[in-house]
């Protein structure tokens, strides 16, 4: 990484990290509606994937989705206010915390169908091929995903079509309450690769840096026309599921310590920002860089406070087709 893109890769990790912990407290103030699945601790597998590409580039993410477009460059305020369902959001309000897919940035979809997202990566990746675009496609999923029919289907295609996509599974261990140990027969993701005849790449997730490096090894291989690369971002989830899941469980899945462990010795922002300091970087920099981000994500809560609800005569605008009426009553 340059200087510059590690000075990037440094806002953009804390920005995921401060939208988040500022959505969390929003969530609580129930000004946000539906769930709230947080990516706090996985900052360093997002942004060092997304770095690795151009702004043309495309993205397909997960139910976990805040992370993906700030960590390709959105701006935050219309995520913002698309999780508090205001008509200024990203998708007027009516997709909510687990579709912030911002096009202006590339993220051509993000859902809550685990596993729903390779297909459409693999797709889009065919598209860009069709057209003799340059453009590469980075899948995100997580490793609850990997074994779904589509991750199979998908890998398959993508291989034998030399398509320009780069698979990418945030790998944080578990699936809501099931970890990976109990439910994958090959716990090593990245060794599935082998039976798609594609690069198989396992990387510390917590290490913002050699994130990057991998991504853009197969970021360059897809360009090329070589084909797919399933990389395996060994990281961690911080925070429940989603807000609230555990709220008065009493066994809870993960062990204390584990939780604490990560917490402590492998958060990769206070991991980041010592290599920074090693790297010759002055404390003077890196605090400009955290009031910025503070600022941005204050600003884009007011704007979300201050911008109006949906009218509920839009109800049924922005379709793709007109809603059929139900028997007896007017097409609205
Ligand atoms: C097809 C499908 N099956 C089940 C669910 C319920 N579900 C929501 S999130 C989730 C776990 C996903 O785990 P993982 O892919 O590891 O992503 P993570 O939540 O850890 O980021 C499940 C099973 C779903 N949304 N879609
Ligand atoms: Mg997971």
């Known amino acids: 990484m340059t200087e510059t893109l590690q000075r990037e890769a440094y806002r953009r990790m804390l920005r995921i990290r401060r939208f988040e912990e500022e959505g969390t407290r929003q969530f609580m103030q129930g000004k946000i509606p539906g769930a709230f699945h947080a990516s706090i601790g996985q900052e360093g597998a997002i942004v060092g994937a997304c770095l690795a590409l151009r702004d043309e580039d495309m993205i397909v993410g997960t139910h976990r989705s805040h992370g ?9 305020e219309a995520l913002m206010a698309e999780l508090m369902a205001k008509s200024t959001g990203i998708s007027k309000g009516r997709g909510g915390s687990m579709h912030l897919a911002d096009r202006s940035v590339g993220i051509i979809g993000q859902s809550a169908i685990v596993g729903g997202g390779i297909p459409l990566a693999t797709g889009a990746a065919l598209s860009a091929k069709v057209r003799g675009s340059d453009q590469v496609c980075l899948c995100f999923f997580g490793d609850g995903a990997v074994n779904q029919g589509t991750f199979h289907e998908s890998l398959n295609m993508g291989s034998l079509w030399k398509l320009p996509v780069v698979y990418l599974c945030e790998n944080n261990g578990y699936a809501i309450t099931t970890s990976l140990v109990e ?3 090959q716990p090593s993701i990245a060794k599935r690769a082998d039976a798609y005849a594609v690069p198989g790449v396992t990387v510390d ?3 913002v840096s ?4 991998a991504a853009h090894t197969a970021v360059v291989r897809a360009r ?3 084909g797919p690369t399933l990389i395996e971002a060994k990281t961690y989830r911080f925070d429940e599921h989603n807000v609230n899941l555990n709220a008065g469980m009493t066994d809870p899945y993960r062990p204390v310590e584990e939780v604490e462990y990560h917490k402590r010795h492998r958060d990769p922002i206070p991991l980041f920002r010592r290599a920074l300091l090693e790297l010759g970087l002055s404390e003077s920099e890196l605090t400009v860089i955290e009031r910025e981000v ?3 994500v204050a600003e884009a809560v007011r704007f979300a406070d201050e911008s109006p609800f949906p009218e509920p005569s839009e109800l049924c605008e922005n379709l793709y087709s007109r809603p059929i ?8």
């Not at 050699?210 to 490096?213: G, P, T």
């Not at 009426?325 to 609205?332: E, L, M």
Request: hydrophobic letters at 30%; a negative charge; glycine letters at 16%.
């Open 183 to 185: 439910s994958h027969a």
């Open 68 to 76: 993906h477009p700030i960590g390709k460059g959105a701006s935050l």
């Open 325 to 332: 009426p139900a028997r007896g009553k007017q097409a609205v």
């Open 294 to 296: 503070d600022e941005a």
């Open 210 to 213: 050699a994130v990057y490096d």
């Open 224 to 226: 090329r026309g070589e």
């Open 205 to 207: 997730g917590q290490d």
